[in-house]
């Protein structure tokens, strides 16, 4: 298979797999997505779906959400993880966006990484997600799923989302990278893989991938 071949196939298997594609994490609207997709840095999706319900209990808004303390958003997002940095960016963004945005979400990478505790995955999953605009999150599946299939060099997610944004037709990323996510916790995934299960990534893999899993699997069977 040629490159254009494995991107076509790729996008046919994910399309079978997943002809409608569920939002990992809960939310309401571009607000709760943004501090639902700023709590998942580092933690899953799971894990934030428990926590985020506690939170938007109390202020599903910038305006309710700086009525409570940094110490109180950090109590309750505490399982989650790294709870100092992320509280203080949810208070932070949450006075930006009342003072600079009139309480909205703006819609453009460069206000959403002005704010505190936002890089650029979060921005492109508010993008992508809330706005519908054409965006491809670079996630740790999808970097990874990647470089298996070999459509990337796998240095960094900048060169992974470059690859990705170059290989995959606009139109279709924003489908995509959710059903990537997907298929690689069900199909792909770091630990615990079984290539037969793996249909995409035993069609089009890269030839050291698959040399590399095949040595391993040996060694494990001696």
């Not at 109590?75 to 509280?87: A, Q």
């Not at 959403?112 to 650029?120: I, K, N, T």
């Not at 139109?171 to 793996?198: F, M, T, V």
């Amino acid at each position: 298979m040629n490159k254009k071949e494995k991107v076509n196939f790729v996008i046919q298997k994910l399309e079978e797999l997943y002809p409608t594609i569920p939002i990992p994490l809960d939310h309401k609207d571009p607000y709760t997505l943004l501090i639902a997709v700023l709590l998942s840095a580092q933690s899953t999706d799971v894990r934030v779906n428990q926590i985020t319900p506690l939170l938007f209990e109390r202020a599903d808004n910038p305006y309710d959400m700086i009525k409570i303390s940094i110490e109180e958003i950090r109590e309750i997002i505490k399982p989650v993880g790294l709870s100092p940095m992320k509280s203080k960016g949810i208070h932070g963004l949450s006075h930006i966006l009342i003072d600079k945005h009139e309480g909205q979400v703006p819609q453009t990478y460069e206000d959403l990484e002005a704010l505190p505790a936002v890089g650029h995955k979060t921005a492109a999953v508010v993008m992508s997600q809330a706005f519908g605009i054409p965006a491809f999150p670079v996630d740790t599946h999808i970097h990874r799923l990647m470089y298996r299939w070999n459509l990337t060099n796998g240095k960094n997610v900048v060169q992974t989302e470059k690859d990705a944004k170059r290989l995959f037709p606009e139109e279709k990323w924003n489908d995509l990278h959710l059903q990537i996510i997907w298929y690689g916790r069900e199909y792909s995934p770091a630990r615990g893989w079984d290539l037969e299960k793996d249909i995409i990534t035993s069609t089009v893999g890269r030839k050291k991938v698959l040399d590399d899993y095949y040595k391993k699997r040996i060694r494990t069977k001696k």
